[in-house]
């Protein structure tokens, strides 16, 4: 009887201990979770304070002023930025550094794919501001991508 009680306190203990072992995973997941949802939120923030900063610099006939100079700011104000751009239509019209990025300029969103055709559809007529993949502009050595953010205008 004894032995029987022993066992028994013995499989509620393993018991116990396995549910508090699988409580601290489950809240060492949510708090890693948690992080990341701060660290995505935080990039996006600062990706639409960007581009709308970047907006701002736009005339009332949409052509921009001091956008090289705004851009460089932002560059400097954010290690994560490589390269900034404007899209009038879809068509990467305004891009900073232009240096090493000569490739982008001209390149229409609108036919890249039908996947960035679609979103940039909807957010015109939406009117809000979507993000779209990570543009890679395959003939630069080092492959690097861009995340596009788009302000629908017409």
Do not use: H
């Amino acid at each position: 009887m004894c032995v029987l009680f022993l066992l028994l306190l013995i499989g509620l203990l393993v018991i116990q201990r396995y549910q508090i072992i699988k409580e601290g995973r489950r809240l060492e997941m949510a708090n890693a979770l948690n992080v990341v949802k701060q660290n995505v939120q935080l990039v996006l923030n600062n990706g639409y304070t960007a581009t709308l900063t970047l907006a701002m610099t736009l005339n009332d006939k949409g052509i921009p002023k001091n956008f090289d100079a705004v851009a460089d700011r932002l560059i400097a104000s954010n290690s994560d930025y490589k390269a900034l751009e404007l899209l009038p239509n879809g068509i990467i019209k305004y891009l900073y550094p232009k240096k090493g990025n000569e490739l982008a300029l001209n390149l229409d969103l609108f036919k890249k794919s039908e996947e960035s055709r679609l979103m940039a559809t909807k957010s015109i007529a939406s009117k809000m501001m979507y993000y779209a993949e990570p543009l890679r502009i395959t003939a630069r050595r080092n492959g690097d991508c861009w995340p596009i953010t788009d302000i629908p205008r017409k």
